[in-house]
């Protein structure tokens, strides 16, 4: 993003000194709208100014007028803007949408150079003398790895080295085994819980206290007035401000988003039905398996429950796919996060007991599990699995344990790619493919140091 980004800002520069010489674009830039300076915005105004030029520079080349322009450019600058939440992110999204437009310019001919007669030398001719030209070779530099290096039981060994250790496990509120009870989970840094009236529970997205029947019904009918994103901190004059990356909402401003009824998260609760992965003889293939995996789920009235599991392997072909239909009643399908409707689960007919079995045969104990926070992935599959490679450990937050980094941040900053960027909701397939291709980068990167 630094690198393109510093090519924008050329680009800019030699946009004004066009301009300048020109007076028809410069009669044309007068009129160019401006971005409303906003205080404490997640995008500084200058970059939103400079990218808003440059997205009018190739919307002049193919629109019919200055105003219909005009107009594209600044729909297609608001779409990035809303789409980021933050600056690298907004860069990102910013740099896409340029190649984009700069697609929708037609093409123009070849440009002929009629006032000579030499014939064009390439580079590699100059450099290598006639045959470098038709010859191709393999620079094979020490450190870098080769695409036989990082499959199979090869990739499985290098992984080995990124598994979390059992303190790890329990720090990040992995399920463990009960050490008396089969079939139990037990989870190191649970909070107890404040009250022990089992009827009174506390609303997961707005910390609401409420009341439940035996059967886990609201007995009172009561809006969820809620933030749906998260609390970023965010540098302002003099210090720092707290938001919400929904509504830039301060911390403990009304909600923005209002739901039909309290829900609580209850997977922490519930630490029954657990089966746990165990050991196989060897494969033929020589190695375990490497697994990403990625859980979207949907809240019923005991709680958060699988709605669909995606397991994909280290070639990023998804080798099992399935809706999973809910063992309680569902009272928010939490579509903007899980991208899963109430359509997608009508005609489900696979249990969560049926997935466990399909899993339990896929996965030995020593298979190499990947994923974001993949603990919470496992409390929806309530599977106990040790041998984890979790992405929010291996790139840590800036300010340490607990706070974890978004997987849609991780894959803006290393692999230059966005992510969960449907109105739909999340695809389970797409994060359980960041994760895998997040390793494989840092497997090749860490290669480079050590050479």
Known sequence: ????????????????????ENPKLRSVSLKRPVIPTEFGAKVPTNIRQRYLNLFIDECLKFCSSSQEAFDKALSEEKVAYERSTSRNIYLNVAVNTLKKLRNLVPNSPPCVNKTSNRKMVSHEAVLGGKLAAKTSFTLNQSGNLRAEDL????????????????????ENSYPMPHPEKAGRAVVFTVEEKKTTDSSCRVCCRCGTEYMVSASGNCIRREECLHHWGRLRKQRVPGGWETHYSCCSGAVGSPGC????????????????????????????DGYPGIYALDCEMCYTKQGLELTRVTVINSDLKVVYD?????????VDYNTRFSGVTEEDLENASITLRDVQAVLLNMFSADTILIGHSLE???FALKLIHGTVVDTAVVFPHRLGFPYKRALRT???????RIIQDNVEGHDSSEDASACMELMIWKIKEDAKVKR
Do not use: C
Not at 1 to 20: A, F, L, P
Not at 410 to 416: G, V
């Open 322 to 330: 399935t809706f999973v239909k809910p063992d309680n009643k569902v």
């Open 257 to 284: 988003q209002v739901a039909k009824q309290h829900v609580q998260d209850g997977r922490k609760e519930h630490l029954e039905g657990f089966v746990k992965t165990f050991e196989k003889l060897p494969t033929t």
């Open 1 to 20: 993003v630094v690198g393109t980004h510093k090519n924008v800002q050329r680009q800019e520069i030699q946009w004004r000194n066009e301009t300048y």
């Open 376 to 378: 919470s992935d496992l």
């Open 151 to 170: 499959t199979g039981a090869s990739l499985y060994r290098r992984l080995k080295e990124y598994l979390l250790t059992e303190e790890q496990l329990k």
């Open 410 to 416: 991780l894959m803006a900053d290393y692999l230059k």
